[in-house]
């Protein structure tokens, strides 16, 4: 845990009392200031005070004298509408900050020059995120990963000084953390979303803009024209940029050519690394999200040669294009984390011959968007509630059996992909929905599938069949 010590024996409200919000209250409880918190879930509220902790509703507190509102980033701060809470505080004049804020705040007043790396994006964050942390791992370094990845800010240990810090930040917490200022702050791409949140695709970029603004080494993919404009704009400010693309060479900065990262510096490139053989980072998105890993990792002075270790080592990010089990020329891949149509789109233009594990709760769209994709599809094999409506999209184009439950069709796929004498395979669980008509939710689902895999005659695991 990082016991917040910068509000010591102040006044603070908190709102929100879920994972990282009751985590929060517990970090500034540690750090010796005075909380009351409070959640619209009772069931959340008696946990909190369970554990110790003041509760009390904010509506009936007095705002005089109250230092700080901590919001969990789940709370809504402008749109659709503030929260009430929030309005509380901002008619109180009281400054609306989260958890990401108080860490750069303990990290300020500790450890100012601990390596910070934070990443941002619409896609590609928590692949990153967990790339970056295990080169730094691999090569020997302290290293704490959290944040929106799944491990709240505060229960890391705290800074100091030769310890690395690599934090995947949503907006969310991006708009709650306005003094963030990593070593190297990346920004992968931006396209709509959460604009139920922020209003605007503007509001939303240019909260996402903070987080690089501020970084002492913006680390900008430049492949849609918010993220170039943004670059631009950071660059003219004085700032270091480095860019980064998947799609078009640059004069200076990491782009990629098919599988190889190039390194350009006045307009002279050369090969950093080739991920041709690295199964966990294959298809364009995931150069993307090396590059701008080995840029990062670069920036806190990791050498090349551990990067390049590091990236051949990755076992990839569990549930994301994961492989799990290799029997002769079939690998088997779970991308259970691909909950809609969008989401399913990497893996599937990452493999060349598919046999496809789809469905479950559909999403608005189903897989229309994604019949770019099915020449490449040997065979579809379909679950869940979404059945039915996959196969009348997939009609005569792609071959498809419902198979209805995923151990059957597991059992088949696998089967299928066994004959198959055209070349390499991948049995793919890409669902390209959410799992809650048959799972709680999607790493149930990819865990299940791992176990199904496990079961199967003459596979070789390559992960531990309980995840």
Same mark, same amino acid.
């Given at each position: ?25 517990? #970090? ?60 509380? $505080?901002? $008619? ?50 302290? /290293? ?5 990845? =799944? ?23 991006? &708009? ?14 931006? /396209?709509?979303?959460?604009? &139920? ?68 510096? =006045? ?6 690394? &080739? ?16 590059? #701008? ?29 994961? *492989? ?47 019949? =770019? ?39 088949? #796929? ?9 070349? *390499? ?39 531990? #069949?309980?995840?």
């Amino acid at each position: 845990m990082i016991p917040v010590t910068t509000l010591r024996n102040k006044n603070v409200a908190l709102f929100g009392l879920g994972g990282s919000g009751l985590a929060t209250a517990q #970090a500034l409880a540690a750090g010796g200031a005075k909380v009351v918190a409070w959640d619209d879930n009772p069931d959340s509220v008696a946990k909190a005070a369970s554990e110790g902790l003041v509760t009390a509703d904010l509506r009936q507190i007095d705002w005089n004298g109250i230092s700080a509102f901590i919001l969990s980033p789940g709370v809504p701060l402008t749109h659709p509408k503030p929260h009430w809470s929030v309005d509380l $505080a901002r $008619a109180a004049g009281v400054e609306i900050i989260g958890d990401v804020e108080l860490f750069v705040r303990e990290r300020r007043a500790y450890a100012p020059d601990c390596p910070f790396i934070a990443i941002t994006g619409t896609n590609g964050k928590s692949t990153t995120t967990a790339l970056i942390a295990h080169i730094l791992k691999s090569s020997g370094r302290d /290293t704490q990963l959290g944040g929106n990845i =799944g491990t709240a800010v505060l229960t890391l240990d705290p800074p100091k000084a030769g310890r690395f810090f690599v934090v995947e930040c949503s907006s969310y917490q991006i &708009d709650l953390a306005p003094t963030i200022n990593p070593s190297a702050g990346i920004l992968l791409n931006l /396209t709509p979303d959460h604009l &139920d949140r922020h209003g605007t695709m503007q509001h939303y970029a240019d909260v996402k803009e903070r987080l690089v603004a501020g970084s002492d080494t913006a680390i900008i993919a430049v492949d849609d024209t918010f993220t170039t404009l943004i670059a631009d704009r950071i660059e003219r400010s004085g700032a270091r940029v480095v860019r980064v693309s998947r799609r078009q060479p640059l004069a200076d900065g990491l782009y990629a050519e098919g599988a190889r990262l190039l390194l350009a510096q =006045g307009g002279t490139a050369r090969e950093i690394a &080739d991920l041709s053989d690295i199964q966990t980072l294959r298809g364009g998105h995931n150069a993307q999200n090396a590059a #701008a890993a080995i840029a990062a990792c670069v920036a806190v002075g990791v050498s090349e040669d551990e990067i390049r270790a590091g990236l051949a080592s990755f076992p990839g990010l569990k549930h994301r294009m994961q *492989p799990v089990g290799r029997k002769a020329s079939a690998v088997f891949v779970n991308d259970s984390k691909a909950t809609n149509a969008d989401a399913a789109a990497p893996a599937l233009s990452s493999y060349d011959r598919i046999y496809w594990i789809a469905g479950g709760l559909p999403k608005e769209g189903g897989i229309t968007s994604l019949s =770019g994709f099915f020449p490449r599809i040997a065979k579809a094999y379909l679950i869940g509630e979404a059945a039915a409506a996959f196969a009348a999209t997939l009609g005569e184009t792609v071959p498809y059996e419902i198979s209805g439950t995923l151990e059957r069709a597991v059992l088949h #796929a696998a089967a299928d992909a066994e004959k198959d004498e055209a070349g *390499p395979v991948a049995v793919l669980l890409s669902p390209a929905c959410a799992s809650f008509d048959q799972y709680k939710n999607f790493e149930v689902r990819g865990d299940a599938f791992v176990g199904h895999v496990a079961t199967l005659p003459g596979v070789t695991m390559l992960i531990e #069949a309980n995840g």
